[in-house]
Each structure stands twice: as C-alpha cells, then as structure tokens.
C-alpha cells in the first residue's frame, strides 16, 4: 500500500520534472535558450529559506519572512532561471541601450531574456496547475537562491515555484 502522503510527494515530483521540460520547451527569442532550472527539496531547500529570513532580517523586507514560511512548507521548491546574455542583434534597443554591443559592455539585461523567462514560467505553472498542484511564482525566494549561486554565477534573474498538495492552497490568503 502506498499512503496519502508519500503518493503525493511522488505525484508533486512528477509535476516537477514535467515544469522543468515545459519550461525548456517554451518558445525562445531567435531560438536562443539561455534558461537554467533545478528542482530542490530537504536541506538545499531549507537553505533557502533561511537565506530569506537572513534577507528580510538585513533588508527590514517583511515579504521574505512570510515567503520563507511557504518555502519551508513545500515538499518542492522548482527553480528556473535565465543567463544574461545578449542576442546579438544590430536593431533592437528595447533593453534601453542602442544594441546589444553597448547592453553587453554596459552589464544589463537582454528584454528577450527576461521574456523568455516569463513565457518558460508560464508554461511551468501551466503544467501545476492542469496536474492540481499547489504552487505559486516568489520572487523573494529567487532572490535568496540567486545570492547562494544555485544556478550558477551567470543567472541573472531567478524565480521559484514551491509546490505543494494540500486540501487548500497554503500559498495564496497569505498574512
């Protein structure tokens, strides 16, 4: 007999591994795919958690407190990510600058990166969601994953979706 419990953990798992493919198989500007994702559970996932506490301790920033608290009570924290790196493209200058050549000298962030990401982290919910999994998109813990370097040095923006299965969805009516 398997249990309530450990069949949902298995089934959030599942749901994980299938977020992480629906995010890589997201269309990408120019066909580019600079995303990095990760699952995480036990310690690496606590380790999370407290470096929010640390952040909201050290920055008076009360949301990552309350978000640390979601963190620690998920079974499944998903990470997606993306590198910064531009698209080489002569005509463009949405990101600020005049081309990538002066965005890459000058350190910002290509707009298709970060578009990129958001149409990957949609698709990724989108998966939770048709699977009945509790989840919900923190940038506060995507902040604390990206100061630990969990998907390396060169992400450059980070989100996280903890997951969970529970009669009611922890993650929203928040305080």
Do not use: W
């Not at 953990?9 to 629906?22: D, E, H, K, P, S």
């Not at 500007?29 to 310690?43: C, K, S, Y």
């Not at 640390?54 to 640390?68: G, I, M, P, W, Y």
């Not at 493209?89 to 000058?106: H, S, V």
């Amino acid at each position: 007999m398997i249990s309530s419990d450990e069949a949902e953990l298995n089934a959030i798992r599942q749901v994980a591994n299938l977020m992480c493919a629906a995010a890589r198989t997201a269309p990408k500007g120019r066909g580019i795919d600079n995303l990095v994702t990760a699952i995480v559970e036990g310690e690496e996932k606590n380790a999370i958690a407290r470096k929010m506490l640390e952040l909201a301790r050290e920055k008076d920033v009360q949301s990552f407190a309350r978000d640390a608290a979601g963190v620690r009570f998920a079974p499944v924290l998903v990470l997606i990510g993306t590198r910064a790196k531009p698209m080489g493209l002569k005509i463009c200058g949405l990101c600020g600058f005049k081309d990538c050549a002066e965005l890459e000298g000058k350190g910002g962030i290509c707009v298709f990166n970060a578009s990129d990401l958001g149409v990957a982290i949609g698709s990724a919910v989108s998966v939770a969601a048709l699977h009945h999994v509790d989840n919900r998109v923190m940038y506060t813990a995507g902040i604390a994953a990206m100061e630990m370097e969990l998907l390396g040095k060169d992400v450059k923006i980070l989100f996280t979706i903890p997951l969970t299965a529970t009669g009611k969805n922890p993650f929203f009516d928040r305080k």
